[in-house]
């Protein structure tokens, strides 16, 4: 089967401002909206469905529930216990939604956009901008696209995208809508006891693979890419442990199938490898578009990342982070909430914000903090029940949060500090 992108009509027109077009159906008011980058259809007051411009369905809000999908065709789904979608604390919830719940809301948006559609083409005149606009040619093939991606469309495409990427297993919060390039597969460590998502080796693609693979993630894209056209993901778990001279074919691969200047490059790394690059390593690589890296401290306690089998020293994360930053490279440091439970809470506390103090974060770098997930088939939970290492509660993780943050300085204006929820990421 073709890719979706290209099998579902004509390449949309980009606005310079947004097309709102004011129309009804099931006699409510409703919204059709085309921009540079999406498309989005709203009726009522308490259901908007967006999609990107390859016509790919991204969310439905409906009823205080937030659904996203991923371009791997999973779903997650978020609501807050007072009945409004919000950020993943005071009392948020979130659960990945099955196939058929998932089938069933890529359904509901196909089929409200396409009476949308059918809407305007029997009363052109009922949908009009503030100014009196109609939906032109370039909007009505944008509704058109995206109420064309239903549920066999939506299962269809996410088998190209199985086809195209190995799984995609985590990303930071702000890069959930990046083009992801995967320059390795899984982790070139894989021992921490918490993580799940690395567990089939590692490998490092050629250049002319990685180049094959650009050209595979651009031509599956299509016009989506242009939602997420503002970054580039280069994965996976650790794709700055590739030497230096591949780097920089990785880079120069990516700006030459997706334009120069190349988007912005981001990518993750761990501080044992990080410390190994210099500053003028980091230096070369923004020079070749590199712009922020994330660093997994986890933990600034020594015993807790040798409990956890971190491949890192505390020393050695701050090492990396200020090689980074000397390099003209922004960062993002996550640190873990619960990691370690009552056993070794105050030494994670009093250590980590040591460590990040002595980071010299500033306002281009982001801090994340990330509650612990305890996943079933890890080494984790079993390390911990053997050693007495109680859990935090939710009343405890929040009270480690606050001291953390209550003992961070920084030599200027701060970073960016905000919540990392990994259940909540699909792509």
């Not at 995967?182 to 693979?209: H, I, M, N, P, W």
């Not at 105050?346 to 982001?366: C, K, Q």
């Not at 007495?388 to 701060?414: H, K, N």
Request: hydrophobic letters at 45%.
């Amino acid at each position: 089967m073709e890719d979706y992108a290209q099998a579902s009509g004509e390449v949309p027109l980009i606005y310079p401002v947004p097309m709102v077009f004011r129309g009804q159906l099931d006699r409510q008011v409703a919204l059709l909206s085309v921009k540079d980058r999406s498309a989005s259809l709203a009726i009522g007051h308490d259901w908007v469905a967006a999609w990107d411009l390859g016509g790919r369905l991204y969310s439905l809000w409906k009823a205080g529930r937030l659904h996203r999908r991923g371009l791997n065709g999973r779903m997650v789904r978020k609501w807050r216990d007072d009945g409004r979608s919000g950020p993943a604390d005071g009392g948020s919830r979130r659960v990945q939604t099955g196939r058929d719940e998932a089938d069933a809301i890529v359904q509901e948006a196909a089929g409200a956009m396409r009476a949308a559609v059918e809407s305007i083409a029997r009363e052109p005149f009922a949908w009009t901008t503030k100014d009196g606009q109609r939906p032109d040619a370039a909007a009505v093939a944008v509704a058109g696209r995206c109420a064309r991606f239903d549920a066999a469309a939506s299962r269809a495409d996410a088998e190209t995208f199985s086809r195209v990427f190995r799984p995609v297993g985590i990303l930071p919060p702000d890069q959930y809508l990046s083009i992801v390039l995967q320059a390795t597969e899984g982790c070139s460590f894989g021992t921490c006891t918490f993580c799940d998502l690395y567990r089939d080796g590692y490998r490092v693609k050629s250049a002319a693979e990685f180049a094959r693979h650009a050209e595979a993630v651009r031509d599956y894209l299509g016009d989506s890419a242009r939602l997420r056209s503002r970054s580039i993901f280069l994965g996976a778990a650790n794709a700055l442990a590739v030497p230096m001279s591949r780097l920089v074919e990785f880079l120069e691969a990516a700006a030459a199938v997706f334009g120069r200047p190349v988007p912005p490059v981001h990518a993750f790394v761990d501080g044992f490898t990080g410390a190994r690059k210099s500053a003028g390593d980091y230096a070369v690589l923004r020079a070749a578009g590199l712009r922020r890296v994330y660093v997994g401290l986890e933990s600034g306690h020594d015993p807790l990342l040798e409990f956890v089998r971190k491949p890192a020293s505390r020393d050695l994360v701050v090492q990396a982070v200020r090689a980074i930053k000397d390099g003209g490279v922004a960062v993002g440091v996550i640190v873990m909430i619960g990691l370690g439970g009552t056993r070794f809470a105050a030494g994670h506390v009093e250590d980590t914000v040591a460590a990040v103090n002595a980071m010299a974060l500033g306002p281009d770098d982001l801090l994340f903090f990330s509650d612990l997930v305890e996943v079933p088939g890890t080494a984790y939970p079993g390390r911990a029940a053997a050693a007495d290492v109680g859990a935090l509660d939710a009343g405890d993780r929040q009270r480690q949060l606050e001291a953390i943050r209550a003992g961070l300085s920084f030599p200027g204006q701060r970073p960016h500090l905000a919540r990392y929820d990994v259940e909540e990421f699909v792509y």
